[in-house]
């Protein structure tokens, strides 16, 4: 790191940006408030920076600096005098994870588009819309597998808050390049959907459902994912064009959100290789 000589240190629990970090890690309420989030780790932070995301401030470690110089490097070109020097103990108090690497950043959020109309659903022909999800982890995992197949956008239905530490940490990078859209009208979102020519699959545990395996999916399709607990309510299911499944042998009988997910995103984008 070519000007680390020049960076200030914080070495105190009580510094405002500290304080302000470990509630914007903490809160949902003050994610919202503050329109900020926060992020952990070299690669993430390094992605971050490279995807054009607005970085507030950031902290890291001597030792951090000296392992990962490139995004050492990334950070202080990004950040100039807002990127902090703070010891190892302090470190491990901002952490979210066991095994900190010692680099955060606190990140402004992205305004989501929240517009599904027709007209705007123009991005592409690959969509996934979640529904109800509320576990964190998951959430991330499915979005770091719609950038992986190209979704080109995933729409969001009264899940759970996104900027969660642990679906950022889920998604990696993916949180970064993936456009997605916030809405809370579901029924609003299908119906955009199909007006605009896109072919709604809703994904569902039922013996009478299309299997995925002989399912052919149009050029412009959508796969809709809903609550891991409940799945998709029979009228929310029903408000899609067709019903598919996943057909499984000896005795599982259902497979989590991200799992059934990932599977879905993987067939309805594999025609296209």
């Known amino acids: 790191m070519t000007d680390a000589l020049y960076l200030k240190d914080i070495s105190s629990r009580e510094n405002p940006l500290v304080k302000r970090y470990a509630k914007l890690r903490d809160y949902k309420k003050y994610r919202s408030e503050l329109g900020m989030f926060v992020i952990e780790g070299a690669r993430l932070c390094a992605d971050a920076a490279a995807e054009g995301m ?4 950031g902290f890291i470690t001597h030792r951090a600096a000296e392992k990962y110089p490139d995004t050492a490097d990334a950070l202080h070109k990004a950040l100039g005098d807002r990127l902090y020097f703070i010891p190892e103990e302090l470190a491990q108090v901002l952490s979210d994870t ?7 950043c606190c990140v402004k959020i992205r305004t989501l588009d929240k517009i599904t109309s027709a007209d705007k659903i123009n991005d592409g022909g690959k969509y996934l819309v979640l529904n109800n999800l509320q576990d964190p982890g998951n959430i991330g995992t499915i979005i770091r597998a719609a950038d ?23 998604a990696m990078g993916s949180m970064f390049r993936v456009k997605l859209t916030d809405n809370d009208n579901y029924a ?9 020519g896109v072919t709604t699959y809703a994904s569902v545990i039922d013996s009478s459902a299309q299997s ?6 149009d050029r412009r399709s959508a796969v809709v994912i809903g609550n891991e607990g409940n799945g998709l309510s029979e009228e929310d299911a029903d408000a899609c064009d067709k019903k598919i499944t996943i057909k499984m042998k000896g005795n599982i009988n259902s497979l989590n959100a991200a799992s059934a997910a990932s599977i879905m995103l993987w067939e309805m984008t594999r025609t296209e290789e």
Do not use: M
């Open 212 to 217: 995925l395996r002989d399912t052919v999916f």
């Open 98 to 104: 066991k095994g900190s690497q010692g680099i955060y």
């Open 54 to 57: 607005e970085l507030e401030y």
């Open 188 to 196: 609003d979102v299908i119906s955009s959907l199909k007006d605009a």
């Open 148 to 170: 992986a197949v190209g979704i080109d956008r995933v729409y969001l239905c009264s899940c759970c808050d996104i900027y969660n530490p642990k679906t950022v940490r889920s």
